[in-house]
């Protein structure tokens, strides 16, 4: 175990109000590809970033047909859960977790078991479809089943609006009230756990800053440098489906001796928190 999990892990044992924020890396490990990364979907295509803007999305029928065939062909219809997610629904058997803010639309960790009513979806779900125009929502299968029978632009059966996946797509405002629980729960939270996301898209990235100046301490887990850490308490490089298992399982599920036990209650004991 290296010297900063170990730290983290201190971290969270004696945090009471965790916020997860999480971001595409948490799923690439359950072949839900990232969009930035080197294997990202706009890495590879840089035509499918142009696809996901809702102007483009609106005005032709070509783009609209492509995303009905991209969301027929999603992996997340048959993505299971990895042991990140499952690791993350630890902190909740454990009483700690505050509330889940996700950037992934993929409703993996719901599917790992998390309550859905700990996780925000800042950039909605492709498990549900809305009508562009009246708003009206439907399960996606629902929608995709007449895809799948031969209808390449499927239309709302109450209006005739245009349906699209219930995700943010470029060119469309986030859901206010989505946002504003996300900033408002990092700012009552006294640990913030950032996974697999690079902390550069606004205003969610503000809940690093926000956790900060209230308090908390932050953790950051994530392949690459973030513009956070510099304010981080401990930052990790290291793979997620690694570092998250052991960083938040209890104590008593690890398999410690009671001598590392008993150690690593005196070190909780003389670790002096920051001050923000
Ligand atoms: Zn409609």
Redesign the pocket.
């Known amino acids: 175990m290296t010297a900063a999990l170990s730290q983290a892990r201190e971290i969270l044992d004696a945090a009471r109000r965790v916020v997860v924020l999480a971001g595409a890396g948490l799923s690439t490990d359950s072949g839900i590809p990232d969009f930035r990364g080197p294997k990202g979907l706009w890495t590879l295509n840089p035509k499918a970033q142009l696809m996901s803007d809702i102007r483009h999305y609106v005005s032709d029928p070509e783009v609209r047909r492509l995303s009905w065939q991209s969301r027929l062909a999603h992996p997340a219809w048959t993505a299971e859960p990895n042991a990140g997610h499952r690791a993350l629904v630890e902190l909740e058997r454990r009483g700690k977790l505050h509330a889940m803010i996700t950037q992934n639309i993929d409703g993996l960790q719901q599917r790992a078991g998390t309550r859905a009513d700990l996780i925000l979806e800042v950039h909605g779900t492709i498990h549900r479809a809305v009508?562009l125009?009246?708003?009206?929502r439907q399960p996606m299968q629902d929608v995709l089943a007449r895809v799948r029978a031969g209808e390449e632009d499927p239309l709302?059966h109450?209006?005739?609006?245009l349906l699209k996946s219930d995700t943010v797509s470029f060119g469309q405002p986030l859901v206010p009230h989505v946002i504003e629980r996300a900033l408002r729960a990092s700012g009552e939270t006294d640990c913030l756990l950032a996974v697999g996301t690079s902390l550069q898209v606004y205003p969610i990235a503000a809940a690093v800053p926000n956790a900060r100046s209230a308090g908390a301490r932050i953790i950051i887990v994530n392949a690459e440098a973030t513009p956070f850490d510099e304010i981080a308490d401990v930052t990790i490089r290291d793979p997620i489906g690694d570092v998250l298992p052991p960083l938040c399982s209890a104590r008593a599920d690890r398999g410690t001796t009671s001598h590392e036990k008993h150690e690593r209650t005196k070190n909780t004991k003389t670790t002096q928190p920051k001050t923000p």
Do not use: F, Y
Request: glycine share 30%.
């Open positions: 009508c125009s009246c708003g009206a709302c109450d209006c005739g609006g």
